[in-house]
């Protein structure tokens, strides 16, 4: 809803229309303020129209490019006024619903009276958004002036001076890394010698990932086998429960239909200190520890496997301009190293 502020600059703004003799407002005769601000700032062919006219007099080539297209080329000439706007530092490059009406109200009507100012004082503007005052007279428009400013940026950019500025010859270098650059080896020996340290780390740690994924094999193979008769912990600790719970099993039965009829306290306690149950609670304590250790060790064989894989399928540049992975890397700086032997051979 459009408050009080709005109608009175969109009245402001079409009797500014009337006074320069818009064409478009030829025949129409609106004495409400609302009536104003719905014909600049709702989307419809005359707007459209009115906006068109007032582009052309800011800049008049735009005449005969806009005239030259169909009526259903609406699009087009949207973009064309677009274009200008974002010369004139009016609006974005892809403002279309500004052109179009879609946008705020105030932001419409303030694009439609800059667009008036600069038909009726095209010198004021211009004269804000040069680089230094210029007199500008009668005969020269603002479009002019933004055309000059880009003339002479293109001149700063493209000129020698400017490019020498960017990139200077004489590389202002610390003074504590020059003895460094002039001590430094030249960069094909350096090259070599990088690629032969990438080389023997990778057949260093490769060997170091075979080693442990074979002890690991070795351990896995000796937990997944089962010997019938073989004096295991965990053979020990199921004969030791076993024993218990018969012995629990015939002291409770004993218990109940023997002795409970001429007890008249309540069930003892067993006492925790006696020989099966420190043996029991050895049993359980060295089972547990060997869970613990199979736990840490199936979550350290899953935590190589993984580095493994993911060293094997990940590509890097290893210093160069190609991504590959680490397998095609040794590959490549194997043959190199046979090729480079066999030229000092030759």
């Known amino acids: 809803m459009a408050g009080v502020m709005e109608y009175r600059k969109a009245a402001d703004l079409y009797h500014r229309l009337k006074v320069m003799s818009c064409p478009c407002l030829e025949g129409i005769y609106l004495t409400e303020p609302q009536n104003m601000y719905d014909l ?43 274009r200008l706007g974002f ?21 419409q009507l303030s694009f439609f009276g800059q667009l008036m100012d600069i038909i009726q004082n095209p010198g004021t503007l211009a004269s804000n958004l040069t ?32 490019q020498t500025t960017l990139y200077p010859e004489c590389t202002p270098w ?8 002039l001590t430094e080896e030249p960069i ?19 060997q170091k990932i075979s080693s442990s994924l074979q002890a690991l094999k070795e351990e896995s193979v000796f937990l997944k086998s089962s010997v019938p008769g073989s004096d295991t912990i965990l053979q020990t600790l199921r004969l030791a429960l076993t024993d218990l719970y018969q012995l629990i099993a015939a002291f409770t039965q004993v218990y109940e239909n023997e002795f409970q009829d001429h007890c008249g306290h309540p069930t003892p306690q067993l006492s925790p200190s006696g020989p099966l149950f420190q043996s029991v609670h050895r049993s359980l304590s060295i089972c547990s520890k060997e869970l613990e250790a199979i736990a840490q060790f199936t979550e350290t064989s899953e935590n190589i496997s993984g580095v493994v894989r993911q060293r094997e399928q990940s590509k890097d540049t290893w210093g160069g301009s190609r991504f590959t992975t680490l397998s095609e890397k040794i590959k490549e700086l194997k043959q190199n190293y046979e090729a480079f032997q066999g030229s000092l051979h030759e």
Request: net charge negative; aromatic share 4%.
């Open 40 to 82: 600049l700032c709702t989307p419809s062919a005359h707007r459209l129209d009115i906006l068109e006219w007032i582009c052309t007099r800011v800049y008049p080539p735009l005449q005969d490019q806009l005239s030259s297209l169909k009526e259903s080329q609406v699009d087009v000439k949207v973009k064309e006024m677009v």
């Open 174 to 181: 610390p003074a504590d890394l020059k003895p460094i650059l």
């Open 131 to 162: 680089a230094q005052p210029v007199s500008l007279g009668t005969d020269k428009t603002f479009v002019n002036c933004v055309r000059e400013n880009e003339e002479l940026l293109k001149d700063l950019f493209t000129s020698s001076q400017f």
């Open 188 to 206: 094909h020996k350096r090259t070599l010698q990088s690629n032969k340290d990438v080389m023997s780390d990778s057949l260093e740690a490769l």
């Open 87 to 107: 010369e004139l530092l009016l609006c974005s490059s892809d403002d279309m619903d500004l052109i179009k009406g879609l946008a705020s109200p105030q932001k």
